[in-house]
């Protein structure tokens, strides 16, 4: 499979707990993104990594969330502190340079 | 700024019908990126089309065909003959064409197609 890849694809976790979800770019693309989605919504951006620079991110991203891709492959999003607000599909994205976005199949987070 | 509105939540057809997913877009860059993604129940947005704001002809590939049209800032989707696997969450979104904000996808809510055989 040389799709985006997300894991977990499901977490369910006690407010107030850590959680960290992981992506895995389609290999050749320099440009990851991550966003989340609600139901009922369309998903949202949140942030944005060429290789390994973090380029930009939104308002939606607060204090508590935190991306890294560190050699410029894989992603991880880490939310701390969770609360029942978080609970959603982040979704992980990738492409190449002034090419297509293709996204993962997400990762549900319930906070409970 | 820049928003993306679908109207229609959900639509219902038969199979065999011919079903259209209307999407409007406000923006006010010169050049920008329109796309449709489908999404299925398991999740993953599933990309169909991306169409660049100087190219205006429409597009047929298979079964789908989708309409752009600058001047009433519309970009719908077509599904000739719909078939139940096409049952699925789709979406329209905006992107700026220059630099890195192209990957900040602005979404419109969504239609729910649903496809009764």
């Known amino acids: 499979d040389t799709g985006v890849s997300q894991n977990p694809r499901h977490k369910i976790t006690k407010r107030g707990q850590n959680v960290t979800f992981r992506c895995d770019p389609i290999?050749?693309?320099?440009?990851l993104y991550w966003y989340r989605q609600t139901l009922g919504q369309g998903p949202e951006f949140l942030t944005y990594?060429?290789?390994?620079?973090?380029?930009?991110k939104s308002r939606l991203l607060s204090d508590r969330f935190s991306a890294e891709r560190p050699k410029g492959s894989f992603s991880t999003l880490e939310i701390q502190r969770t609360e029942q607000g978080d609970s959603a599909m982040y979704l992980c994205?990738?492409?190449?340079?002034?090419?297509?976005?293709?996204f993962g199949e997400g990762s549900w987070l319930t906070v409970v | 700024a820049q928003k993306v509105t679908q109207a229609q939540t959900e639509i219902s057809v038969v199979e065999k019908e011919d079903v259209t997913l209307d999407c409007v877009y406000e923006?006010?860059?010169?050049?920008?990126?329109l796309f449709w993604y489908k999404q299925p129940p398991s999740g993953e947005l599933v990309f169909l089309i991306r169409?660049?704001?100087?190219?205006?002809q429409n597009e047929i590939s298979g079964r789908y065909s989708w309409n752009f049209q600058k001047s009433t800032s519309s970009f719908n989707f077509t599904i000739t003959a719909s078939q139940v696997v096409d049952s699925a969450v789709y979406f329209c979104?905006?992107?700026?064409?220059?630099?890195?904000?192209?990957?900040?996808?602005?979404f419109g809510k969504g239609t729910k197609l649903s496809v009764k055989p």
């Open positions: 994205a990738s492409s190449t340079q002034r090419n297509t976005i293709y």
């Open positions: 290999s050749e693309h320099n440009r």
């Open positions: 990594f060429q290789n390994e620079a973090q380029l930009e």
């Open positions: 923006t006010r860059d010169t050049t920008y990126y």
């Open positions: 169409r660049n704001s100087f190219d205006e």
């Open positions: 979104a905006l992107s700026p064409a220059d630099g890195g904000s192209q990957g900040n996808l602005i």
